[in-house]
């Protein structure tokens, strides 16, 4: 079946450094693939999405690239804030299913 | 835009209570679901809703029943509450694209079993 590995966490690092957030897939089809963002205490955000190969999807300096060679997704910012600092899932659909599929969840934490 | 609204947000229940958690989306959104956080961060699917009075069970739909008589609204059931079931609800909903654009989700109902 359909599924969606993530990066285990949490992820600890300082302001301002680099982030990576490994995701990968497995699907039958071809899925729209999603990044979802938790700040504590609220529900998921949609944080960015690519629908095809290739597509970069971008929001709020991060950004994840559409791989199909590699089946991944991975979450990157090149500098993150303090205020970053959340609950990530990956996640994916495929047309003609009727829900998404979500990856475990990875928390990070950026101290200053 | 309210967007999916959900209510309570917060509620106590003693063992055996029974109470109903109300979701509203004012999207005119075809699908909605019902999901579970516990500690661990990871998201469980109770039940779902493609359209106006049906619904379908996802991976832990005991002890839980849902309704969705109006295309707004999804209602979560627990008859007689557990311990296990205390948890943070979330309720979602999407459109029939919704698998190109996401879903939206509510901010939540922390529910406590004691």
């Known amino acids: 079946g359909d599924s969606v590995t993530q990066m285990e966490g949490p992820v600890t690092l300082s302001e301002e450094a680099f982030l990576t957030i490994n995701c990968t897939y497995t699907?039958?089809?071809?899925?729209?693939l999603f990044w979802y963002v938790q700040y504590p205490g609220e529900g998921l955000q949609l944080l960015l999405k690519?629908?095809?190969?290739?597509d970069k999807g971008s929001n709020k300096g991060f950004e994840a690239t559409y791989r199909k060679e590699t089946t991944s997704f991975h979450l990157e910012k090149g500098s993150v804030q303090v205020s970053d600092s959340a609950v990530y899932f990956c996640a994916l659909g495929l047309f003609g299913n009727e829900k998404l599929t979500f990856g475990t969840g990875t928390r990070l934490t950026i101290i200053p | 835009n309210a967007g999916v609204t959900q209510t309570p947000k917060f509620r106590v229940l003693k063992t055996g209570q029974s109470m109903t958690l109300l979701c509203a989306q004012d999207m005119n959104h075809e699908y909605m679901y019902w999901y579970r956080q516990d500690p661990g961060m990871g998201l469980r699917l109770i039940h779902y809703s493609v359209g106006e009075g049906t619904t379908a069970k996802g991976e832990v739909p005991d002890g839980y029943n849902v309704s969705r008589l109006k295309k707004q609204n999804f209602l979560l059931g627990l008859e007689s509450a557990a311990p296990s079931q205390t948890s943070v609800y979330f309720c979602a909903s999407s459109s029939l694209q919704g698998l190109n654009y996401g879903y939206t989700f509510g901010s939540g109902t922390r529910l406590t079993v004691v």
């Open positions: 699907a039958t089809g071809y899925p729209s």
């Open positions: 690519a629908t095809k190969a290739d």
